[in-house]
């Protein structure tokens, strides 16, 4: 179990998947082994020695100010899901996240950076056949702009995942549907980087003169930093995505703010510095 200290504020990663099934054509098309191979800093926590994007699916455990935050729920179990690895999961993340100290009905927040079916999964639980949601005395944080599309948006071939983890938590009126820049504490906010969906939001977290920033998925594998250029068949608008993952490299570059990669595999962490004409991520544990 893997955690940071930023000021006040302990982070806690539980992870749901980490390893090789998630396919550069299907993540970033353009990470082939071959371009791969010329970011020799990715191995080897982040591509194995034959090349293959090594991710992971995670949520955090904030505690800020004494209150309890979930970023981002990750899969789920019992999820009809298209892709075979999401499908009717049966995982211990109840257990895993009561171990930490985060039991389910002491949860006050719930953060979702966006609405995608693999951060989103946790929102609820099956309970004698009805998606109920899984955090009873929290409120849930949903962006306007995610929202507004997603309710509209059909059904796609990942799965009716609006249905069951996003649409109960609206119907049992647990969910708060907000706009960045947006205070969760005087520690955490939701900050705006728009692109991967039509609302995505990072979590910013500033406490004791320390910070950190969870990136969310305006970049999915760390070979984005080195190669910004580098998109996700799954933004919205990758034009818009290409500029928020530009500006976000540059803004945080060469300075003590700590980046955790919402995909990125263990370590998932560390600090974006300047490499020649591009960048990298010296990887850290703090």
Not at 23 to 29: E, R
Not at 127 to 135: A, E, K, L, N
Not at 200 to 209: A, C, N, Q, R, Y
Not at 213 to 224: A, E, K, R
Request: overall charge negative; aromatic content about 8%; some cysteine.
């Amino acid at each position: 179990m893997q955690t940071w200290q930023i000021g006040d504020v302990r982070i806690t990663r539980i992870i749901e998947t980490e390893d090789t099934s998630m396919a550069a054509d299907f993540m970033v098309p353009d990470a082939t082994p071959e371009a791969l191979a010329e970011i020799d800093w990715l191995r080897p926590h982040f591509v194995t020695a034959d090349g293959q994007l090594i991710s992971s699916i995670y949520s955090l455990l904030v505690e800020s100010q004494g209150k309890r935050l979930v970023v981002d729920t990750c899969l789920g179990n019992d999820k009809p899901r298209a892709v075979p690895d999401w499908n009717e999961r049966q995982g211990a993340f109840l257990e895993e996240i009561a171990a930490a100290g985060f039991p389910r009905d002491t949860v006050d927040y719930v953060a979702c950076t966006h609405l995608h079916p693999d951060h989103v999964g946790w929102n609820t639980m099956l309970v004698d056949g009805q998606w109920v949601p899984t955090f009873p005395n929290a409120r849930y944080l949903f962006s306007e702009a995610d929202w507004a599309w997603l309710d509209q948006a059909p059904v796609t071939p990942l799965g009716d995942y609006c249905g069951d983890s996003v649409r109960p938590v609206v119907d049992a009126g647990l969910a708060d549907i907000i706009v960045p820049d947006y205070a969760i504490t005087d520690e955490v906010r939701m900050v705006s980087t728009p692109g991967h969906s039509p609302g995505h939001m990072s979590v910013l977290i500033e406490s004791g003169g320390a910070r950190a920033i969870v990136t969310g998925d305006l970049m999915h594998h760390p070979c984005q930093i080195a190669r910004p250029h580098w998109c996700s068949p799954f933004d919205f608008d990758q034009s818009r995505a290409l500029n928020t993952r530009k500006s976000f490299i540059n803004d945080h570059s060469d300075s003590p703010i700590l980046v955790i990669g919402t995909h990125f595999a263990t370590p998932s962490a560390g600090h974006i510095v300047t490499d020649g004409d591009t960048y990298r991520l010296v990887i850290s544990d703090a």
